[in-house]
């Protein structure tokens, strides 16, 4: 993809921008000159981090959005074009996390974990992005996945898994298929100080009720993560350069690096000669 996005001046939508990585973002498109439409399921968050950017001398509005809904989603875009008059950007960032061994997982918590996770992310895509494509002009979706987006190798996180490597596959498609009009990244962030092990609070009766996350995890995040206005930092600035894969912890090459030799080593073994002949007369459909 040739073009570029400008974010100042640029109109910006965050979902999940009420807390944690979506709040980083927020602050930091507003940082850079953009006005922004924060969107999420608690109002009330999303107003307090509009007051945060308005405070600082920018400009943001609150919207509250259940990204599971598409028709919410169709509401937040007709609020944005409405309060904006011209929207390039979208970072599809609202996310919940489930924890537990993984032949315990319930499919009501696939339900839930994907509705909002996968079903959420592509509701924004189709909806912004159908906008986008038919206005023409240079703009851009930065859906957040993790950097479990890249490997399955951590225990009694299945279902999260799951649905981030299903966010890669949807980011990688929508560039192959829309990289000429829209641009596309995914954000792939490690250890982040958020309120991600606490989204059970948020869960709906349809879908088990509220719970209690992973209180260790939620203090190690917290200890250890790293402050998300740095990453929302990092994110406008993947943007700005075009980039596909916005990484926040450089040691997650090791996830990229055992994968791609494990696929080689698997590969060689299985075809040491590189194929026969109808292998390479096969078109890659």
């Known amino acids: 993809m040739n073009h ?7 109109g910006a939508v965050v979902t999940g921008g009420g807390s944690g990585i979506g709040r980083g973002i927020a602050l930091a498109l507003a940082h850079a000159g953009a006005t922004v439409v924060v969107a999420d399921v608690q109002l009330a968050a999303a107003q307090s981090v509009v007051d945060e950017i308005v405070e600082g001398g920018g400009h943001a509005y609150a919207f509250a959005c259940d990204v599971r809904e ?5 509401a937040l875009a007709d609020f944005s ?14 996310g919940v996390a489930i924890l ?14 994907f509705e909002v996770n996968v079903f959420g992310m592509w509701n924004g895509c189709q909806v912004f992005g159908s906008r986008f494509a038919a206005h023409g002009e240079p703009a851009w979706i930065c859906n957040t996945g993790s950097h479990h987006s890249l490997a399955g190798t951590y225990k009694n996180l299945a279902v999260y898994i799951m649905t981030k490597h299903a966010v890669l596959g949807m980011a990688d ?32 009766d349809a879908h088990g009720g509220a719970f209690q996350g992973d209180v260790r995890r939620r203090d190690a995040s917290r200890t250890f ?11 406008v600035a993947g943007v700005e350069s075009g980039d596909f894969y916005i990484f926040t912890h450089p040691q997650d090459i090791e996830l990229i690096d055992a994968r791609h030799r494990e696929q080689r080593d ?18 890659q459909l």
């Open 81 to 94: 074009w409405s309060k904006l008059k011209r929207v390039t950007l979208l970072f599809n960032n609202a």
């Open 70 to 74: 598409r028709q919410q989603f169709v």
């Open 225 to 235: 993560g790293l402050d998300p206005i740095d990453v929302g930092a990092m994110v």
């Open 266 to 283: 698997t590969m060689a073994r299985q075809w040491p000669t590189g194929g026969s002949e109808a292998h390479h007369r096969t078109p």
């Open 173 to 204: 498609a929508l560039r192959s298929e829309l990289g000429d009009r829209i641009g596309f990244s995914i954000l792939c962030p490690g250890a982040v100080s958020t309120n991600l092990w606490d989204s059970g609070r948020n869960r709906p």
């Open 100 to 113: 537990g061994p993984a032949l315990d997982a319930t499919e009501r918590d696939l339900r839930w974990s």
């Open 4 to 10: 570029r996005v400008r974010v100042k001046d640029a």
